[in-house]
């Protein structure tokens, strides 16, 4: 007990004594490599949204609740709910992927999805308070508003079928939804088993597993995660994609406040 409480107070302690740049604000306009705009990675696990976040341009810090020796970027273990809301305001944007298992097919299918916790709306509560920009990802048939899908077959660099959904606090447009091709499948009950190659053709990346580790890691452009891992994980071409786009509008919304500033 006194370790978890001297684990809680030294945590604590971190995330307050973190500290804001004075000019963060001015970051939004665009990336670069002196100032670049902050996001909030909850629920960031190994990291597969946040590295593309970064990618996008932005200045990324995770949080989960587990330790996450994987997470190739600035880390702090917390419970994501309880975060201070000073903390929060350092940042620029946050993004946040809550656990899914409540919400997945699989648990609906085996009527065990209550004992899961529900993490989405009091998630949702949080970021709206924070005032920030925001995205909550998750998967097909959890309760996001107004959300948009993101696809593998969306990105000529993805070779993954990956549905996710990205609820956001600012206009998100998708690429265009490809038809689904075949997976690559070890399952010879398929018709088309042996038909298609891991390393050329479209897989799937589940717990069960339709193809090796390394076929996933390269299909989701992912090359630090172990199974587990990449099972939790979003390809981090999806957030790359939104990040750029959150990128644009700020930028833009900036320039507009600048010229009705310049023509009062
Ligand atoms: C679906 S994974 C996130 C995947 C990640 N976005 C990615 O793309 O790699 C969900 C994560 O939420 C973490 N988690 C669960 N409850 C949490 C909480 N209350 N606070 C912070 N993290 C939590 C889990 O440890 C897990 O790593």
């Not at 696809?151 to 079928?161: A, Q, S």
């Amino acid at each position: 007990m006194t370790d978890g409480l001297d684990a809680l107070n030294a945590a604590t302690k971190r995330i307050l004594s973190y500290q804001p740049r004075p000019q963060k604000r001015k970051a939004l306009t665009a990336p670069s490599a002196v100032c670049k705009p902050r996001l909030l990675d909850l629920f960031c696990c190994a990291g597969g949204a946040g590295i593309g976040y970064s990618q996008a341009g932005f200045e990324v810090v995770g949080v989960d609740i587990k330790p996450q020796p994987n997470y190739p970027l600035p880390f702090i273990q917390a419970d994501a709910l309880t975060l201070d809301p000073k903390f929060i305001a350092l940042f620029d944007v946050v993004h946040a992927s809550p656990p899914c298992q409540a919400y997945s097919d699989l648990a609906k299918r085996n009527g065990n999805a209550e004992e899961w916790p529900r993490l989405i709306e009091p998630v949702r509560d949080m970021l709206i308070r924070s005032s920030l920009p925001y995205v909550i990802e998750n998967v097909d048939g959890a309760p996001l508003l107004n959300a948009v899908v993101l696809c593998g077959t969306m990105f000529p660099e993805l070779r993954v079928l990956r549905h996710r959904l990205f609820e956001a606090n600012f206009e998100i447009v998708p690429p265009p939804h490809k038809k689904h091709p075949k997976v690559h499948t070890f399952d010879r009950r398929k018709s088309h088993f042996g038909k298609t190659d891991e390393w050329k053709d479209f897989v799937q990346v589940t717990g069960g597993g339709n193809c090796t580790i390394a076929a996933a890691r390269e299909a989701m452009g992912i090359d630090w995660m172990t199974k587990n891992e990449i099972n939790e994980s979003i390809p981090p071409a999806y957030t790359r994609f939104i990040g750029r786009e959150l990128l644009r509008q700020l930028s833009f919304s900036e320039q507009e406040s600048a010229k009705s500033y310049r023509n009062a």
